[in-house]
């Protein structure tokens, strides 16, 4: 394939020529496989040419590249300076090295490497996350919080010594739990306090600390229902969906993607995770796979909806991975949560509307709003959105006013 990938006759003699040329031709022909452009592959491939001449000159070969050796190889590559990058960005030839590197592995010439922890703490974040996905059954992203503060307390309280869990007091949790939550918005305050309440709890079970310390996590005052679920208008939600009237292949995907935002009221983790198999077309339904509250449901597939699938659907890129969502650009691989978020926001900013932290939430919470304020109940509203508590659902009753107005008391003093 290296004859046909470069035109120019010294481009040829330096690849042909090149420390990593035995595996060139399988690394472009990997490539093409998946779908990359042309332009790409001519990228990488010299990207992993000048990482295999790097590593000559170290007297190195391609078979013996790993972590540490690549990540030397980065940083003498340098960051080059950019906007929005306050720590620089990596030149582009680091991506195609990435590839190289991530190819190699996959074909057996150089070993994966097997994360083993390596410190104490490592090693008990590692056995809280295991705890967490076995016992709790807590999705990866819940987990990935929750040993987030139990790394960052173990780091602040211990550094890198072994650990003793007899100096732990409620104090150290204290004061941990109150930086934590000052760092956050008022409305995100309470997280650092659940994460660790139930690192401390894990901690209990596993008999390395008394059972009263757990009583030492403070709690973070908040009034309940103090604030309103931000929801969007039915002008602007059409507004929104709007951007996404024309047939190029980004706009029939984007508009799938907001049409189950916006009509069913699913989380980007579960568009994201749809697949083809869960569209049921001769039933009309659409089957949510377990997602963050660990539930499966079916949902009725309406007419606009399954329309728009099907429009995406017949555009969509070939792949053999079942997900329904794709990348529009090769590599065709399956859009992640963040992407879905990624696709809601760019479209609220460009209707004019705030995209908030997750533009994909707002969306949800409009469903939930509108449900409300048509007379759906609560149970009906909690199996629409796949809530596991009631008391999750009735943050949307302080969202139908007209009902509120209803049972409104007259201000005491003010006019009968």
Not at 123 to 139: F, I, K, P, T
Request: hydrophobic share 40%; with cysteine; glycine share 6%.
């Amino acid at each position: 394939m290296l004859e046909t990938l470069v035109h120019r006759k010294r481009d040829y003699v330096r690849l042909d020529t090149s420390p990593a040329r035995e595996f060139l031709e399988s690394f472009a022909n990997a490539l093409a496989e998946k779908h990359y452009h042309h332009s790409t592959i001519i990228r990488h491939v010299f990207a992993a040419d000048r990482l295999s001449r790097w590593l000559r000159q170290r007297g190195q070969t391609a078979k013996q590249l790993d972590d540490s050796i690549f990540a030397v190889y980065l940083r003498e590559l340098g960051r080059r300076r950019r906007v929005g990058w306050p720590n620089g960005c990596l030149p582009a030839t680091a991506a195609g090295a990435q590839r190289f590197l991530v190819f190699l592995r996959q074909s057996g010439v150089t070993p994966t490497p097997i994360l083993v922890p390596r410190t104490d703490a490592e090693r008990w974040v590692a056995s809280y996350d295991q705890h967490l996905e076995r016992s709790a059954g807590l999705a990866p992203g819940t987990r990935r919080f929750y040993c987030r503060y139990a790394r960052l307390l173990l780091a602040q309280h211990f550094g890198e010594q072994v650990l003793d869990w007899t100096v732990l007091t409620a104090d150290h949790l204290a004061d941990f739990v109150q930086r934590e939550a000052a760092r956050l918005k008022p409305s995100a305050s309470r997280l650092p306090v659940t994460a660790v309440r139930a690192f401390v709890r894990f901690l209990v079970a596993r008999g390395v600390v008394g059972s009263g310390l757990q009583g030492a996590v403070p709690t973070i005052r908040q009034w309940q229902h103090a604030s309103l679920p931000k929801a969007l208008t039915p002008e602007e939600v059409q507004r929104v969906l709007s951007l996404c009237e024309s047939e190029t292949d980004v706009a029939v995907r984007d508009r799938a993607v907001l049409l189950l935002l916006a009509r069913m009221g699913l989380r980007s983790a579960e568009v994201a995770a749809l697949q083809i198999e869960h569209l049921r077309w001769s039933a009309g339904e659409l089957l949510v796979v377990a997602g963050k509250s660990g539930r499966e449901r079916l949902l009725p597939l309406s007419d606009e909806v399954g329309r728009t699938l099907v429009a995406y659907l017949r555009r969509r890129p070939q792949s053999d991975d079942r997900r329904v969502f794709l990348r529009a650009r090769p590599p065709y691989r399956p859009l992640v949560p963040h992407s879905i978020g990624e696709i809601a926001g760019r479209c609220l900013r460009r209707a004019g509307l705030p995209a908030g932290r997750c533009g994909a939430h707002i969306f949800r919470h409009t469903v939930a709003t509108q449900m409300v304020r048509r007379g759906a109940s609560f149970k009906q509203v909690a199996d629409v959105l796949g809530h596991a508590r009631l008391q999750t659902t009735a943050i949307y009753a302080k969202l139908d006013i007209e009902t509120l107005s209803r049972v409104a008391l007259p201000f005491p003093g003010g006019v009968p």
